[in-house]
Structure formats: C-alpha cells, structure tokens
C-alpha cells in the first residue's frame, strides 16, 4: 500500500506530501522502479496481538483481505526479531486503558505516537464492545566507531534512470582499516554487486544487532532478499580468500583496508500510514454479531547517518464488536597484491536491520528515487 512520507506526522494537522514511498506489511510485495519500500513485522506482532485477543489461528475478513491471508500465513519468531522493550497492549477499550497506552508510548517514542490513541469514545449501541491493538518498538543502535560525514554530495541514480545528488557519510584510507570486524564484506561478485555488514552497538550485550546493506542482484522483492541475506550471516567466515579480476589474481580480505573506499547516503523516512486493505472489514462473524476493523494506522520514523540509527513504529489496531445487527591455488594467498574494495551506495540497495540470531530483520528499506535521501536542492 501506497504511503506518502509526512513533514508533519501529527495526526492532527494537515500533511505536507513530498515524493511517494511505500510502506508493505507482505514481505513478497514486488519492487517498483523508482519507488522506495519499507517493511517492518510491527505490523505482524500487532496482527498477532489481535488474534491472540480473539484465540484464533487465523481471522477471515468480509469483504476478502489480501493483507489479513498474507499476515496470517506469516512464520517468524517473534521473541528472536523484535527488540527488547517492545511494547504490546491488547485489551478491551477503557478510559484508563487509552491512557495507559498513551504514557507509555509518550515515554517510549514521543508525543506523536501517543496521539495516534485518540480520546476515548464509549459504545453508542447496545451490545458493542470496543478493543485496542498496539505495538511499539525503538530501537537507536550506533556504529562502534563513527564513520565521516561526506560534505560532498554524490550522484545517486534510481532504476528508471533519474539522477539525484545525494548527501552520505563513509570512509576510505587509512580510516577505512580502522573499523577492524565492525565493516564485514558478506558477499562481493566483483562486479558491482555485494553485500556488507555492519556491527551495532546497543549498549546490551544480550541484543546484538547489525546493519546488511546488499544491492538487489537478482531479487524483485524483500522475501527472497531478506532470505538470502540471512544465508549470508550464517555462513562460514572466510577473512582471506584468492580472487581473480580481469586475468589478475589478487588477495581479498572481507575487512576494509586502507586501499578501500565505502560511501552510503544518510537514510530518513517518517511515515504515517493507513491501511485500507484491514481497515472497516468485518470478522469473527456469528449469529450474535460480527467484529470490524477501524481504521489500522502505522506511524514509522527511521534514520541513519554516519553514527548510527534510529528506528521507532507503532502500529494501531481498533477492533469493535457489533451485536447482531573457500578457493585453493598453489600461489598462497597472502603472498597476492591486495584487491582495493570500492562499496559505493548510488544506485538502489536494501538495507536491512536484524538482531542476532532472528529470522527476520526488524526493518528493511528499499532504497530506489530520493524520497528517503538528503538531496542537494
């Protein structure tokens, strides 16, 4: 579903709408050239909130929701993706529960997730009974070295041809060797596709996280991306390998060294969403009545930059009851001249964010046209 990156995210003022970007709560949601995509399982977690509440396996909406079958076909781990302190309420629609929400999310993410809880509006039928979904995480790794702020903007081009200038952040010489295991080269053809990751630094040693940044070879979608990339982290290290390079062979280590360049743009997207393929459905229908969804809403806001990233999502479900009515060579590799690494971000790549161990990242970004970089106007 289509969602417009908000200047303004208050629910209650008027937005100003920049370039489109689109936020998905089915990881297979094919890329568009040209359009940036962002997906996060808050969306999930708050889904299995709701079906928790209910005690269901899976909930059946009229008219048919695509969304709804993609949600409850999704298998994950939640305990292993989401960060710690992630907070989810699901109970009935109180006064006092609104406001209970709405603390701790001010506390949590700030005064425009606790808007999203609107005043309390008791039951204007006989036989309605009201509930309340959410879910929040935020999670605010940093690198454990800072990299240097590129005050040159450097020329991105999306995937329908457009070139923007671009503001990033990155490294090269004699910096570039400083990072030591912190910069991990995951996969590189030698051609201009591969996969680097990133160490966080969380202040928790029981919440590892990292950062991939990968282009999208082959993949169309975050699903088989997102899987390979997850190969990716769980394969064997291999810190120095041979590589051959038009008829020359050369030694190539998965660190950066001092004859390597990395370059990525700053990173920012605040959305507010609304999905209206969930929201005003009907389910759980019996002879007694029937539940509807209210309008399901998501506020997004993430950002990186040369010291680190930030991340905070809620997500808002509003259900009401109505009654009824490695390479072998004989030259040994460290006698090979260094391979000069060049990881240059300008052109489209995913970025992906994960805890150790999950199955599933926690966000992952598309990043294809400007909406979501820090262009030279």
């Known amino acids: 579903m ?5 200047h303004s995210v208050s629910p209650k003022a008027p937005a100003q709408i920049s370039a489109p970007v689109e936020t998905t709560l089915d990881v297979a949601e094919p890329f568009r050239d040209g359009v940036s995509l962002v997906w996060s399982p808050n969306g999930q ?5 709701l079906k928790a509440y209910h005690k269901v396996d899976k909930i059946v ?6 969304t709804a079958e993609t949600l409850d076909a999704f298998k994950w781990d939640q305990s292993k993706v989401l960060p710690p302190d992630t907070l989810i309420f699901a109970e009935d629609d109180t006064p006092e529960f609104r406001e209970r929400v709405r603390t701790a999310l001010r506390k949590q993410v700030g005064e425009n997730a606790a808007r999203l809880i609107e005043p309390y509006e008791p039951p204007t039928v006989v036989g309605m009974k009201k509930a309340l979904i959410v879910t929040s995480f935020v999670a605010r790794p940093k690198f454990p070295s800072s990299f240097i702020p590129d005050t040159n903007p450097k020329r991105f081009r999306d995937r329908k041809g457009n070139a923007f200038q671009a503001y990033g952040f990155g490294t090269q010489g004699k910096h570039a060797g400083s990072h030591g295991d912190n910069v991990r080269v995951l996969a590189d ?9 990133f160490t966080f630094y969380t202040g928790d040693d029981r919440d590892r996280q990292c950062m991939v940044l990968s282009t999208p070879g082959t993949h169309q979608d975050f699903e088989s991306a997102l899987k390979d990339i997850k190969e990716l982290l769980g394969k064997e290290r291999i810190p120095m390998k041979a590589v051959e390079k038009e008829g020359k062979r050369w030694r190539y280590t998965d660190t950066l060294s001092p004859n390597d360049e990395l370059w990525l743009p ?11 393929d969930l929201s005003n459905k009907r389910y759980l229908e019996s002879g007694g009545g029937y539940w509807i969804l209210g309008p399901v809403k998501q506020l997004l806001n993430m950002r990186l930059n040369h010291e680190g990233a930030l991340v905070e999502t809620t997500f808002v479900v509003p259900p009401t009851f109505l009654s009824s009515g490695a390479d072998k060579n004989a030259v040994p590799v460290d006698q090979l001249p260094l391979y000069p690494k060049r990881f240059i971000f300008d052109r489209p790549f995913i970025a992906s964010f994960w805890r150790e161990g999950a199955d599933w990242p926690y966000l992952a970004c598309w990043i294809d046209g400007p909406e979501m970089l820090t262009v030279k106007k």
């Open 189 to 197: 053809d030698l051609n201009d596709q591969f996969a680097l990751r």
């Open 61 to 66: 909406m009229r008219p048919r929701s695509v």
């Open 266 to 276: 700053d990173i920012h997207a605040t959305t507010l969403c609304e999905y209206p």
């Open 45 to 49: 977690a708050a889904w299995d909130s």
């Open 2 to 6: 289509a969602c417009a990156v908000l």
